[in-house]
């Protein structure tokens, strides 16, 4: 399984970035899809998680209301669109596959990362 995460760049604070993140394999609709960031200095953190169907997702709070996780099983892709955009925003965004189908914040029930996008969000 390969993770190919795309879309991040250089933003004003205010404004809006859409990560997508393609899938290879021919199972992708089985399993949980997630996106994490890691800021410079800091621990890699959870954003967003989306359970295999797409009816189920989580958010951590600071971007609950700015944030949208979807998923096409169609497309093997997974996108989160980010609006509203703050400079604590500023990170390397991952998508991730979550080992079962479920919508998850625990980055140990991950087995396939991406190689990550950078976000930077300027003030």
């Known amino acids: 399984v390969q993770l190919q995460a795309s879309g991040g760049g250089l933003v004003q604070a205010g404004g809006s970035l859409r990560l997508s993140c393609a899938a290879s394999g021919r199972t992708f609709g089985l399993y949980g899809m997630g996106w994490f960031r890691q800021a410079p200095g800091k621990e890699r953190e959870f954003v967003a998680a989306i359970n295999w169907s797409g009816r189920s997702t989580d958010y951590v709070d600071s971007v609950k209301g700015r944030f949208t996780i979807s998923r096409d099983n169609a497309e093997n892709t997974v996108s989160l669109q980010m609006n509203s955009l703050k400079p604590e925003d500023t990170a390397v965004h991952y998508c991730?596959?979550?080992?079962?189908?479920?919508?998850?914040?625990?980055?140990?029930?991950?087995?396939?990362w991406g190689q990550g996008t950078e976000v930077t969000v300027s003030s």
């Open positions: 991730a596959r979550q080992y079962s189908g479920s919508s998850s914040r625990d980055s140990h029930e991950y087995d396939y």
